[in-house]
């Protein structure tokens, strides 16, 4: 008959649990040994030893007491009540003295019926034969404080100093004592959790060593009923340490028909599902972002999930020239600079961690927001990967000529960025057969607008107010317009962004001050100062799109009055 794994486990475990109750069993009369003499020391020693030290404080107590009786008495006029007051106190003092006194007396003659158990009983009876004299003498200094107070009431001076120096005499002799007395007394205890110790150590040794021969015993049978299941557990390590490694092509070869066996074919099974699931990966992960190919593989339920509506912020991008490059261009060297270009703006995108959604031509649709990336940063990163795509819009026209294979004529490539944040639906949305994890909605449609905008304005990134109002600590902007885009109903304010904050020059700050204020007096219809404002704003930068559009705007309006009513929104007649 086949003796199956759990079988052989089993029974190392019952010898074991054998061996190792026996040792449970000796360890624990021990240790109810030391236990019992652990409970004497703190049951007897540390409460004697603590009743000393109170002892000790009553007495001090006391003796500052009876200063305080000698001075009412010595005061002019005597406060009859503070000295009966404080005579009371003295007296009580005293009385907690000797309660402390007796109850040491008590917890030495419980450790001299245990005696047996330590050394030092004639030490503990000795002591106890001092604590009683040491009452004795109490009660001889309160006499001697009362005749040293009788002397002072009668004002009998030298009678007093005589019996004061008796009273102080006798406490410094009863404080020596009682010093002495808690010494002794911490000496006791230090002995006696000495031999505990001792004992204790005792224990340990004698329970390490039958464990060490238990577990020498038990280590033998194991070695021998478990070397026949070392290899194929060493070649499973090793295939698992090369999948690890990257190595998907993995086979572990079969060898027992056994447990080992069995979990040796679902590992196998298991590497070869990582194998699909890696070149499932690496395929779609060049059509879509690779967190949504890993989301939809690992967690498969999300396939069919409805969507939800998230904040979301959205971004489009699209190339300016794309029309003038395809023209001079053959099939496969258009696909190539388009290649370059949307690798090139791609890279932001993903550093940023957004999620690219899908390439239309030469534009880019990205989103950023839960679950993959937090709520307080989307706008943010939405922003800076804006920025980047425009830094690395240079790198790019300097890769065009080798890239379309021509030094004269390249064309003017620039790029136009619209970024919105709002409200979205997010989830699957397709057919049964065809399906794309995608966000839908108004600030879709927005962030689109915007981006067709810049044309208009002469812009390369507008944002919208929402985006704006999440990135004031990290993003310049400034304010361009208030807008009426095509397709919505209620009016927008569009904003350009400048840079970081901290990294725009002076000379885009003092612009975006100057055409802030055009802005404020063409919404007040003041023409002649907006005209001003404006045409200040191009003595600053002459190519500043959104002040040549105003001026030529404030122009029309000054010669066309808009009327009362007219509330300074602009609407937008292209998409």
């Known amino acids: 008959m086949r003796i199956t794994i759990g079988l052989k486990i089993f029974a190392i475990a019952i010898g074991l649990l054998a061996l190792m109750s026996f040792v449970a069993l000796l360890s624990t009369r021990l240790a109810r040994e030391v236990g019992g003499q652990l409970d004497f020391v703190i049951e007897h020693y540390i409460p004697g030893y603590g009743a000393l030290a109170r002892a000790n404080v009553r007495s001090v107590e006391q003796a500052l007491y009876l200063r305080r009786i000698v001075i009412n008495l010595l005061e002019t006029p005597q406060d009859q009540a503070s000295i009966e007051k404080n005579i009371q106190i003295f007296t009580e003092k005293g009385r907690q003295t000797d309660l402390e006194l007796a109850y040491t007396r008590r917890q030495l003659a419980e450790q001299v019926k245990g005696g047996g158990k330590f050394t030092g009983v004639v030490a ?31 004002k009998d001076y030298a009678e007093f ?122 395929t779609f992960g060049k059509y879509i972002d ?24 959205v971004s489009f991008c699209d190339m300016k020239g794309f029309t003038s490059i395809g023209e001079g261009l053959t099939p496969r060297g258009l ?76 064309p003017d490539i620039n790029m136009r960025i619209g ?20 966000v839908m909605g108004d600030t879709v449609n927005l962030a689109s607008r915007l981006e067709g905008v810049n044309k208009s304005y002469g812009t390369r990134i507008l944002i919208g107010e929402d985006t704006a109002k999440r990135t004031t600590d990290t993003i310049e902007t400034r304010e361009i317009d208030s807008i009426l885009v095509v397709g919505k109903i209620e009016p927008q304010r569009v904003f350009e962004v400048l840079g970081r904050k901290g990294e725009v020059d002076q000379t885009m700050l003092a612009l975006g001050e100057r055409f802030a204020a055009g802005l404020a007096a063409y919404r007040q219809q003041a023409w002649p100062q907006a005209k001003a404002e404006f045409e200040a704003c191009l003595a600053v930068a002459p190519d500043d799109g959104p002040a040549r559009v105003f001026l030529q705007r404030v122009t029309y309006l000054a010669e066309h009055l808009p009327g009362p009513a007219w509330n300074g929104v602009w609407s937008m007649t292209e998409k």
């Open 124 to 154: 503990l009876a000795r002591l106890d034969t001092r604590l009683e004299l040491m009452a004795q003498d109490r009660q001889h200094y309160e006499k001697q404080a009362q005749s040293a107070l009788a002397a002072l009431e009668k």
């Open 161 to 282: 100093r005589r019996q004061m120096n008796s009273v102080e005499a006798l406490r410094d002799d009863f404080d020596y004592k009682i010093d002495a007395a808690r010494h002794e007394m911490l000496l006791l205890a230090q002995a006696a959790a000495e031999d505990t110790r001792h004992q204790q150590a005792q224990v340990i040794t004698v329970s390490l060593l039958v464990m060490a021969i238990a577990g020498a015993l038990g280590l033998l049978v194991a070695g021998a009923i478990t070397f026949g299941l070392v290899r194929p557990v060493r070649r499973l390590l090793d295939g698992a340490k090369a999948v690890e490694g990257g190595a998907l092509d993995t086979v572990v070869p079969i060898t027992s028909r056994d447990e080992i066996g069995s979990l040796t074919k679902a590992f196998n099974q298991m590497v070869a599902e990582l194998r699909v699931k890696a070149q499932i990966r690496e």
């Open 290 to 313: 690779p967190r949504i190919v890993e989301g939809l593989i690992d967690r498969p339920e999300l396939a069919g999930a409805g969507g939800e509506r998230r904040m979301m912020t």
């Open 335 to 410: 696909v190539n600079v388009i290649n370059q270009y949307l690798t090139t703006m791609s890279s932001p995108i993903r550093e940023h961690n957004g999620i690219i959604d899908k390439y239309i031509g030469d534009a880019i649709m990205a989103f950023w927001g839960p679950p993959f990336t937090s709520d307080e940063d989307q706008a943010r990163l939405a922003c800076l990967a804006a920025l980047d795509q425009l830094a690395r819009l240079s790198i790019f026209r300097q890769e065009l000529p080798e890239l379309m294979g021509i030094k004269r004529g390249l």
């Open 419 to 438: 970024i919105a944040t709002g409200e979205v639906v997010v989830g699957n949305i397709g057919s049964d057969i065809m399906k794309s994890y995608t």
